[in-house]
């Protein structure tokens, strides 16, 4: 039974990747369309500076919807689209550097740094380095593991003056200061976790942490897939 469902989930995946492949615009048409609909319920007359920071955030939204749809639908590893995914959400949501994290293929409790991404600029380099070695406990893992624990994101606006989560050396030397974690949910269960860090101090933003539950959701789409897929291959030896 479990190898025919295995069978289905990944006929209906392999169906909607090629759909992606010969011309879609997008992964899941649900995510750009809620999120046009925000947009199209704008006045725009009003100069009020909560409408003003709602339509910004909503563009942010769709340029990284737009930049997410044909990394998840490319051809290549996960190992390979973790990178991008990164980059997609730092350059369209305006943060410096990101990790995408997954649970460690060896230890369960501990999260393994997938992918990551930064942009040229001192420390960040030395940052990145440091995640990518790293294998935090699950449940001792900053912003990251809250995000995944709650199945929820997380944004801290300074954490130089946040107390909540312990701030690396690294992270100091970096300049980085805002931080922002959500996951990457599917099927009932967080299959990942992204974190964005920037070197300003930033508020957090009610539209962009809206939206980022329905891109996580695209993010958790495209890695059930994959695992899926992976395991009806190793089925089927």
Same mark, same amino acid.
């Given at each position: !039974?479990?190898?025919?469902? +295995?069978?289905?989930?990944?006929?209906?995946?392999?169906?909607?990747?090629?759909?992606?492949?010969?011309?879609?615009? #997008?992964? %899941?048409?649900?995510?750009? *369309?809620?999120? /046009?609909?925000?947009?199209?319920?704008?006045?725009?007359?009003?100069?009020?500076?909560?409408?003003?920071?709602?339509? *910004?955030?909503?563009?942010?939204?769709l340029r990284?919807?737009? @930049? +997410?749809?044909?990394?998840?639908?490319?051809?290549?590893? #996960?190992?390979?689209?973790?990178? /991008?995914i990164v980059?997609? %959400?730092?350059?369209?949501?305006?943060? =410096?550097?990101?990790?995408?994290?997954? /649970?460690?293929a060896s230890?369960?409790?501990?999260?393994?740094?997938?992918?990551?991404?930064?942009?040229?600029?001192?420390?960040?380099?030395?940052? +990145?380095? %440091?995640?990518?070695?790293?294998?935090?406990? +699950?449940?001792?893992?900053?912003?990251?593991? !809250?995000?995944?624990?709650?199945?929820?994101?997380?944004? #801290?606006?300074?954490?130089?003056?946040?107390?909540?989560?312990?701030?690396?050396?690294? !992270?100091?030397?970096?300049?980085?200061?805002?931080?922002?974690?959500?996951?990457?949910?599917?099927?009932? @269960?967080?299959?990942?976790?992204?974190?964005?860090?920037?070197?300003?101090?930033?508020?957090?933003?009610? =539209?962009? #942490?809206?939206?980022?539950?329905?891109?996580?959701?695209?993010?958790?789409?495209?890695?059930?897939? !994959?695992?899926?897929?992976?395991?009806?291959?190793?089925?089927?030896?």
């Open positions: !039974a479990k190898i025919a469902h +295995l069978h289905a989930f990944a006929k209906r995946s392999r169906a909607g990747h090629a759909g992606l492949a010969g011309g879609a615009s #997008v992964q %899941f048409p649900g995510a750009r *369309a809620d999120i /046009r609909r925000r947009f199209a319920e704008l006045n725009p007359m009003d100069a009020h500076p909560p409408a003003v920071a709602q339509a *910004a955030g909503l563009q942010r939204l990284a919807d737009e @930049q +997410l749809a044909p990394v998840l639908a490319g051809p290549g590893s #996960v190992a390979q689209a973790a990178p /991008r980059g997609a %959400f730092c350059e369209a949501l305006g943060f =410096t550097c990101g990790t995408l994290w997954q /649970r460690d230890e369960a409790d501990r999260l393994a740094c997938l992918g990551a991404w930064g942009m040229h600029a001192p420390g960040i380099a030395e940052y +990145l380095g %440091f995640a990518r070695g790293r294998r935090p406990i +699950l449940h001792n893992a900053g912003i990251v593991g !809250a995000s995944w624990l709650r199945a929820a994101p997380v944004w #801290v606006a300074n954490m130089a003056t946040d107390s909540t989560y312990r701030r690396v050396p690294t !992270a100091v030397r970096a300049g980085l200061h805002s931080a922002l974690a959500f996951p990457a949910a599917a099927g009932g @269960q967080v299959l990942a976790a992204a974190e964005l860090y920037g070197t300003d101090v930033r508020a957090p933003d009610d =539209t962009l #942490v809206a939206g980022l539950r329905l891109l996580g959701a695209q993010v958790g789409q495209y890695l059930l897939r !994959a695992q899926t897929l992976q395991q009806l291959a190793e089925s089927e030896k």
